[in-house]
């Protein structure tokens, strides 16, 4: 995940040299990420923090650079996505999520009357050629949310491109060691933001070079093809006499052990008498280097990891990993994955860290993939662990979900079902629809907690006062973010109903009507977002849409009572277990609790 300030280091030992006629791979996410933090660095100096390039621009901006390549005669061999992170990984991933976590409670502190509006065409006069992905300016802050959907949303456009499709590749691993191993076997350029693949041996014909430092040799004259700095793995060690000491890797594990600079740490490398190659940790970081089989070739899965998202990928490779070490001790199945058995890290919101994380009111969606997963699974998982958010005051072991046994899925699927077709039936418009269903479980998820849906508060607010000109309120902004974890968990839903029919399981009727109601979820560029939301809210309020979500549920008219300081608190007490129940008992208490009146806008306490 980079080695801090190495490419620096390295870069003045390469050399350009042309890349038009060759051959190269792409980091797939290390582009995305380079194309959105470069159109982040040229949005509006008046703009907000959910101001952030729509998914259709990423993905045509990423294509439109993909073009450029082949339009001067490069090959692009292979675009290789991360389809599973290895258990080295874990603790890393834990501390990003911890530090990303933080940085949004601390912008509700900071901004606590929402968001400025996102200006109109902000991302209108963006660069449109090779040169895009060398653009400097003002560094996006690290503080600032990011697009949380821009990896699949990529991915989803490229798998869709009859230029680009083919050649994408969802891999049982992470993306930069594939990389690393096509060029090694191959030859060609790497084409990467990652310093980690400054470190592979990429045999004598293979070289690394940056996305920033690929250009036309003359952007008058497009017949003289491109060029790029290209580093050479063996070129550099001869050049630094490393070649029988290490080599850069030796370089590395000095400058991130003794926390160094590159100098420094070369000149340890050259110096030491101590046995460093032949010490445990040295090679416990050789290790790290080297590309692991985690699913083998033969393995049928392999036929659809690259329809995928990457992290729906990883939950699936996650449970044939665990169940191909079903016998292994508790300890072995903690090294495999981290501390739980089974885990997946959902994307980061920007959502208010006061209230219900946006990916609660979805739950019961997400374990109904969860359940029919855990067919491939000769034994079931009973649990699964999601990470959302994390806050350093507790144990940082994310927030434990039951798997409802195959009995309660069936039920689940079909009642989804149910409630899928009578929306399609009371809301003509697909885009309705799709909010309608979110809005569905905004309500029945406040119902069995004795809330207020936000939902209705803000439908409502759409219906009675005008659009504010000035900003975007929290209370939209963490709507927007429940009705993506929605769509999102619908796709977790879809993906893995796909795998489990992919790999030849039978699915029960209800399951497979409810896999054939997914066929028409929206690609992720087609969401809504905060800016389109406050009208979206209209249009379902004008066609009634609370009274109909009202009227599904069984629970209209039903008076509600602001509940007292007391019932607030026995309701804190018993959230934790509510998320945790099994669908069917939460439904349960819906019908027998006094249920919520859509139409009241109640105060309410808010927790996350």
């Given at each position: 995940?980079?080695?801090?300030g190495f490419s620096r280091a390295i870069q003045r030992y390469g050399a350009f040299s042309p890349l038009s006629g060759e051959s190269v791979v792409i980091d ?178 293979g070289n690394v070079s940056f996305f920033w430092d690929v250009v036309p040799a003359d952007p008058m004259v497009r017949q003289l093809g491109m060029m790029a ?42 110096d030491s008498r101590e046995d460093t190659l032949n010490s445990l940790e040295y090679r416990t970081f050789i290790e790290e280097l080297e590309l692991k089989e ?315």
């Amino acid at each position: 995940m980079g080695i801090p300030g190495f490419s620096r280091a390295i870069q003045r030992y390469g050399a350009f040299s042309p890349l038009s006629g060759e051959s190269v791979v792409i980091d797939g996410p290390a582009l995305v990420h380079r194309i959105s933090e470069t159109c982040l660095r040229q949005r509006p100096s008046s703009s907000g923090f959910v101001c952030h390039p729509p998914y259709s621009l990423l993905s045509r901006m990423v294509m439109i650079w993909l073009d450029e390549l082949k339009s001067h005669d490069v090959k692009v061999r292979r675009i290789y996505f991360d389809g599973y992170l290895p258990p080295s990984k874990w603790e890393v991933r834990r501390e990003r999520l911890l530090n990303q976590s933080q940085y949004m409670k601390a912008l509700v502190c900071s901004e606590p009357f929402g968001s400025c509006r996102t200006p109109e065409n902000a991302f209108g006069n963006l660069i449109t050629d090779m040169t895009f992905t060398r653009l400097i300016g003002q560094s996006p802050s690290n503080t600032l949310p990011k697009p949380p959907f821009m990896v699949p949303a990529v991915l989803e456009a490229l798998k869709n491109s009859e230029d680009w499709g083919p050649l994408v590749l969802v891999v049982p691993g992470e993306a930069d060691m594939f990389c690393a191993q096509d060029v090694r076997e191959n030859g060609g350029t790497l084409l990467t933001s990652d310093s980690d693949l400054l470190i592979q041996d990429l045999g004598l014909r293979g070289n690394v070079s940056f996305f920033w430092d690929v250009v036309p040799a003359d952007p008058m004259v497009r017949q003289l093809g491109m060029m790029a700095c290209k580093m050479s793995f063996h070129d550099i060690n001869d050049r630094l006499g490393l070649t029988n000491i290490g080599g850069l890797p030796r370089v590395a594990f000095e400058k991130l052990k003794g926390r160094m600079g590159f100098d420094m740490a070369l000149q340890k490398a050259r110096d030491s008498r101590e046995d460093t190659l032949n010490s445990l940790e040295y090679r416990t970081f050789i290790e790290e280097l080297e590309l692991k089989e985690y699913i083998p070739s033969y393995h049928p899965v392999l036929g659809i990891l690259s329809g995928l998202d990457p992290r729906i990928s990883e939950v699936v490779v996650q449970t044939l990993l665990l169940e191909n070490g079903s016998g292994s001790s508790a300890s072995d199945t903690k090294q495999l994955r981290g501390p739980e058995t089974l885990s997946i890290f959902l994307p980061i919101l920007v959502e208010n860290r006061d209230k219900r994380s946006a990916w609660t009111v979805s739950t019961n969606v997400r374990q109904i993939a969860y359940s029919v997963l855990q067919n491939l699974a000769h034994q079931r998982s009973g649990t699964i662990v999601e990470y959302r958010t994390l806050d350093s005051s507790t144990s940082l072991t994310g927030r434990q979900i039951e798997i409802p046994d195959l009995e309660e899925t069936i039920s689940n699927c079909a009642q989804q079902v149910a409630a899928l077709r009578q929306i399609a039936e009371s809301f003509p418009s697909l885009d309705i629809q799709w909010l309608a269903f979110a809005i569905y479980q905004d309500v029945e998820w406040s119902s069995s907690e004795e809330r207020s849906p936000l939902s209705a508060v803000l439908t409502n607010k759409s219906l009675n006062q005008p659009e504010d000109p000035d900003e975007y309120s929290w209370d939209l902004i963490h709507f927007t973010a429940q009705v993506q974890a929605c769509l999102y968990s619908l796709r977790i839903e879809k993906q893995i109903l796909d795998v489990v029919s992919f790999m030849g399981q039978d699915l029960p009727m209800p399951v497979q009507e409810l896999r054939d109601s997914l066929a028409s979820l929206p690609l992720i560029a087609e969401w809504p977002t905060v800016e389109r939301m406050f009208n979206l809210l209209s249009q379902f309020g004008h066609a009634k849409g609370l009274t109909k979500i009202a009227s599904m549920l069984g629970i209209s008219g039903v008076k509600v009572v602001n509940p007292s300081a007391g019932s607030t608190r026995s309701k804190k007490r018993q959230k934790k277990d509510q998320e945790q129940l099994p669908f069917k008992r939460r439904q349960r208490d819906v019908k027998k609790s006094p249920s919520i009146n859509p139409f009241a806008v109640l105060s309410q306490a808010s927790e996350d």
